[in-house]
């Protein structure tokens, strides 16, 4: 069975940094493309980000209201997916998911992980 | 990029036929075939129920039916259950390697 579960959410102030993680497991995840996708309180899912698989380059490509701020990586040996979120803004507060990527289809999402920026 | 457009809420009777509406631009919903359809009950992830169009992952009932044309896809569900009430939104490829979510439909069974 496919589990994506993460962690690390947490009340930040802003300006400030924080770390989410995202562990996989019921798949080959170091062959997976994978996504993050955030959704404000209230509000409708918008795509964060995405990193290829390590054979397909390990590339990462950003949405444009966090690019520069935010990091996608990942360690295949832990099976587990990073977001490194940097210059924290107020509008950065959301639920955000890790999901699985293969073509146009976000298979399969995790619970959630709710980040707070306030002061 | 912007959000695609969709109808903030759609309602139907139990047994009817609804059609979600999901209008992007050339750049994204017109210019390639990778438009997913998802479905989110209130508190939970979403759930995949539409991909590349109009192919339905396994487990999916097949009430539920996707297509498009030009800048425009649609989500149809069909024979309407109490349980098919839930926010629904839509997702294209918008090329460079980002994708972008549709702005999002309640779905009430009346």
């Known amino acids: 069975e496919v589990q994506l579960v993460e962690s690390g959410g947490g009340l930040v102030k802003p300006g400030g940094s924080l770390r989410v993680s995202c562990a996989a497991s019921?798949?080959?995840?170091?062959?997976?493309?994978m996504t993050w996708v955030r959704q404000a309180p209230g509000k409708g899912l918008e795509w964060v980000g995405r990193i290829k698989s390590k054979t397909d380059g390990g590339t990462t490509d950003y949405a444009a209201p966090v690019k520069g701020r935010f990091t996608i990586s990942r360690d295949d040996s832990k099976n587990t997916l990073y977001l490194q979120m940097d210059s924290l803004k107020t509008e950065d507060t959301a639920v955000y998911y890790c999901?699985?990527?293969?073509?146009?289809?976000?298979?399969?999402w995790g619970q959630g992980t709710l980040v707070t920026v306030s002061s | 990029q912007s959000a695609l457009t969709q109808p903030a809420s759609v309602s139907g009777s139990p047994g009817q036929s609804i059609t979600i509406s999901c209008t992007g631009t050339?750049?994204?919903?017109?210019?390639?075939?990778?438009v997913s359809w998802y479905q989110q009950h209130p508190g939970k992830a979403p759930k995949v129920m539409i991909y590349?169009?109009?192919e339905r992952p396994s487990g999916v009932s097949n009430r539920f039916s996707g297509s498009k044309s030009g800048n425009t896809a649609s989500l149809t569900i069909s024979g309407l259950q109490a349980e098919d009430e839930a926010d629904y939104y839509c997702?294209?490829?918008?090329?460079?390697?980002?994708?972008?979510f549709g702005t999002g439909t309640k779905v009430t069974v009346l």
């Open positions: 590349d169009v109009s």
């Open positions: 019921g798949f080959t995840f170091s062959n997976a493309w």
């Open positions: 050339s750049s994204d919903v017109g210019g390639y075939n990778y």
């Open positions: 999901t699985t990527l293969s073509y146009g289809s976000l298979a399969y």
């Open positions: 997702c294209s490829y918008a090329g460079s390697s980002t994708y972008v």
